[in-house]
């Protein structure tokens, strides 16, 4: 597809459970971030992977968050020993960066939820 | 900056009237910003950007005004509609270095009255 795709769209986890989320950008985007939104709420950065550039962890909440990039293209966010407090929607972009930035394209998210 | 852990201002219009959305910026060195739009149940969408180098930028019923003296970005949408209903973002950018990942304002809740 043409968009930034994010899956699962839709994860229920019991508390306690390891998550792993999936967002697939557009083919040839350098940069691609990730974005926790809780409801009614602003978007909450988490990281931001730049080329070859060592990523921006900035963001991360605990250590029980991490992110990967392989091979410059998917992105995986991993969560470890889930809590309530994690149900949101996380968001994942991507943007094209080569002399100027441009816009970020977002992906539909995927909802968490941990009971 | 960023935004966590506040509930998100409301700007309510009459449907037919001018909107006018707000944000203030802290990093001098931005020089790329842009406006997202996103509805209930989606990603955020690009509505407009801007570079430093321009001071006003006009869309479809949408206009863009940065004034980089005071660190101010506005959007502007004229004749609101209820399809206008959503939340708005700025995000700024500077197109080197450390700064060059997108920085998210706060978000403006816009409500559109019939």
């Known amino acids: 597809g043409a968009g930034v795709s994010q899956s699962p769209s839709n994860k229920v986890t019991e508390k306690g459970k390891d998550v792993e989320l999936r967002c697939d950008p557009i083919?040839?985007?350098?940069?691609l971030y990730w974005y926790r939104q809780s409801l009614g709420q602003g978007l909450e950065f988490l990281i931001y992977f730049q080329g070859n550039s060592a990523p921006d962890k900035s963001g991360l909440p605990s250590d029980r968050f991490s992110a990967e990039r392989t091979g410059g293209s998917v992105s995986t966010l991993t969560i470890q020993r889930t809590q309530q407090e994690d149900s949101a929607v996380y968001l994942c972009a991507s943007s094209l960066f080569a002399r100027l930035n441009t816009e970020a394209f977002f992906g539909q998210g995927t909802r968490l939820t941990v009971v | 900056g960023e935004s966590v852990g506040l509930h998100l201002p409301t700007l309510s219009v009459q449907e037919g009237d001018n909107s006018i959305i707000n944000c203030a910026y802290s990093?001098?060195?931005?020089?790329?910003f842009i406006w997202y739009k996103q509805e209930s149940g989606k990603g955020p969408q690009f509505i407009i950007d801007?570079?430093?180098?321009?001071d006003k930028r006009q869309g479809q019923r949408v206009t863009v005004l940065l004034n980089k003296t005071v660190k101010h970005l506005s959007l502007q949408i004229a004749a609101t509609q209820p399809g206008d209903s959503a939340v708005y973002f700025c995000?700024?950018?500077?197109?080197?270095?450390?700064?060059?990942?997108?920085?998210f304002g706060k978000g403006i809740t816009l409500s559109v009255r019939p």
């Open positions: 083919s040839g985007h350098t940069a």
């Open positions: 801007i570079r430093s180098n321009m």
């Open positions: 995000a700024e950018s500077a197109d080197t270095g450390a700064n060059s990942k997108l920085t």
């Open positions: 990093n001098s060195a931005s020089d790329y």
